[in-house]
Every structure is written in structure tokens, then in C-alpha cells.
């Protein structure tokens, strides 16, 4: 059975989203796949410092990078 797919979105995509998509990652198991995007992201940015320190709390680490939402992400859903 194939993983169901997530895709979070938020505005700049170095907040909200990197931490639901790791979050979800992380506790999914083989359930689910999460990426997260940004409606207003710029390329390459890294995640947020205040995000990054949530997940070294936990025990969680990302080599995220934001991206806007594009065309193949949502074909990604599909």
C-alpha cells in the first residue's frame, strides 16, 4: 500500500510547515509522507533558527531547505 501523501503549506515555508512536515515524518511511520511548501517561499532559504531548536528539542533534526508551491508538488499529492 502506498503512502498517503501531505503537503503543508505556509507563507514563507521556514516556520509552520518544516516543523508539521518533520513532525509528521517523524511520527508517521509508513503511513504517511509529508513535504511542505510555501505560497510566498523563496528557494533555498534554511529553516528558521526558532524551528530548528523546536526539533533539536525533540530530537528531531532537518536538512530542509523552503520552496515555493509549485505544479509538481501538487502532482506529488496525486
Not at 20 to 43: K, T
Not at 53 to 58: G, I, K, N, S
Not at 63 to 74: A, C, F, G, K, W
Amino acid at each position: 500500500m502506498r503512502k498517503k501523501r501531505v503537503l503543508f503549506i505556509c507563507t514563507g515555508n521556514t516556520c509552520r510547515s518544516p516543523l508539521a512536515e518533520a513532525f509528521l515524518n517523524d511520527l508517521a511511520g509508513d503511513r504517511f509522507e509529508a513535504l511542505s511548501a510555501g505560497v510566498f517561499a523563496e528557494n533555498g532559504s534554511p529553516i528558521s533558527r526558532g524551528s530548528a531548536h523546536v526539533l533539536e528539542q525533540e530530537g528531531l533534526t532537518t536538512e530542509h531547505t523552503s520552496q515555493p508551491v509549485s505544479d509538481e508538488l501538487i502532482e506529488w499529492l496525486m
